[in-house]
């Protein structure tokens, strides 16, 4: 288990060589660095309203069939229909796998489980677990209710498909908030670079290709894509270094390692060197 733990922190420290590690302190060891408090850009309340505010105005139209907003759905249906006729299908069908949550929520439980093992602390567990549950939760039940058929797969009106349920995007969804808390997870150790190159081409990436490949309606990534900022945002506000569980994070602290000292003849004489000096008379 020492020698496991001595190569993840040498491959940690290769991946980022000039980021800078904390001192020692009783949260950690001394070489692992505490993740900084995550920013929110607009930190104000007021953009998760307004974000919420956009989402009635797409999905109430849905919901009522409005033709102008269902004929831009169809617009740019058939506007990438005529693009997919001469463009390659099997890159963004990989693309799109960006999206999948399985995978990526997996990725993110091992990382959070890292922290926890360096930390000592089941908070950033349990900040992967409450976005689970509200993604889940929430994309779940309005794909339930609203039964949206997926494109060429039938009407572009809401309660038409019950087993395609489209409404909204759940690869987009995903492509936001995993990838949100990947950068969470991994920015003690990964260069700004490859965060904002994480932060910003899977989602582009994903909500493109879901329509280019005629499996979502464009607000339905609308959708996907506005849910998935609000259940961040909630995650990094509330679930993220900042809502503390004492109770149970001392039943599931994990125990500190006490050195191991090898009794060398070399540490022995020393030993007997401070004995003979501290008491000013060879010890029997």
Request: hydrophobic fraction near 45%; include cysteine; proline fraction near 10%.
């Amino acid at each position: 288990m020492c020698r496991l733990r001595d190569v993840t922190r040498q491959i940690m420290r290769a991946i980022s060589p000039n980021r800078p590690l904390v001192p020692p302190s009783s949260e950690g060891p001394a070489d692992y660095e505490m993740p900084p408090k995550p920013r929110l850009n607009p930190g104000g309340w007021w953009f998760d309203g307004l974000l919420a505010v956009v989402l009635v105005v797409v999905t109430a139209p849905l919901l009522i069939d409005w033709q102008p907003i269902l004929s831009i759905d169809i617009g740019v249906r058939d506007f990438l229909a005529v693009i997919r006729e001469s463009g390659p299908s099997t890159i963004a069908v990989w693309l799109e796998r960006l999206g999948q949550g399985g995978p990526l929520l997996g990725l993110c439980l091992v990382i959070a489980l890292v922290h926890w093992r360096l930390r000592r602390s089941v908070e950033p567990v349990l900040a992967i677990v409450g976005a689970f549950l509200l993604s889940y939760g929430s994309i779940g039940t309005i794909k339930v209710l609203t039964d949206r058929p997926m494109p060429y797969k039938g009407s572009v009106q809401m309660f038409t498909a019950p087993e395609q349920m489209a409404y909204p995007s759940g690869h987009a969804s995903n492509s936001i908030l995993w990838y949100g808390m990947l950068v969470m997870l991994l920015t003690p150790w990964v260069w700004p670079w490859a965060l904002k190159l994480l932060r910003w081409f899977p989602p582009i990436a994903v909500g493109f290709t879901t329509m280019y490949l005629g499996h979502h309606w464009i607000t339905d990534v609308v959708g996907g894509v506005i849910i998935g900022v609000l259940i961040e945002r909630v995650i990094r506000r509330r679930l993220w270094r900042q809502y503390r569980v004492p109770w149970l994070s001392d039943k599931l602290k994990l125990p500190v390692e006490e050195p191991v000292v090898m009794l060398t003849p070399e540490l022995l004489k020393g030993l007997r060197g401070r004995a003979v000096g501290s008491s000013g008379r060879p010890a029997r």
